[in-house]
């Protein structure tokens, strides 16, 4: 079993950064793909970014790309959403997940474990 605990969430105004941090527990998830997905109240999770197992493949959802930057540390079990230039619509609780038999996460059918979610909010 595998513990996802997400940290780094906060009020911050727009165009201001943060960074995310992911950290696993239980089994290294060295090689394991891992994923970013957020969620407003009365919407549906959705993507946010997704790294493989070795950081070969990332992807972004278009609405944050060139703004978030996905990263892991195998040596730490952690994997990190550098955020910037954030905007009132990044407002979500993000939630880390890891999938062991996926070569990228990208959907949240495919994600194993999941974290209890981080609050994020950007005032403008």
């Known amino acids: 079993q595998v513990q996802l605990v997400e940290s780094g969430g906060g009020l911050v105004q727009a165009g201001a950064s943060l960074r995310l941090s992911c950290v696993a527990s239980?089994?290294?998830?060295?090689?394991?793909?891992m994923g970013w997905f957020r969620q407003t109240p009365g919407k549906e999770r959705e993507f946010v970014a997704a790294i493989s197992w070795g950081g070969a493949l990332i992807y972004y959802a278009d609405s944050v790309k060139g703004r978030f930057t996905i990263s892991r540390d195998n040596a730490k079990n952690t994997v990190y959403l550098q955020m910037s230039s954030l905007k009132p619509e990044d407002t979500a609780v993000y939630y880390c997940?890891?999938?062991?038999?996926?070569?990228?996460?990208?959907?949240?059918?495919?994600?194993?474990?999941w974290g209890q979610g981080t609050q994020v909010t950007v005032s403008s």
């Open positions: 239980g089994r290294t998830v060295n090689r394991y793909a």
């Open positions: 997940s890891a999938a062991p038999s996926a070569m990228i996460l990208s959907t949240d059918a495919q994600a194993d474990y």
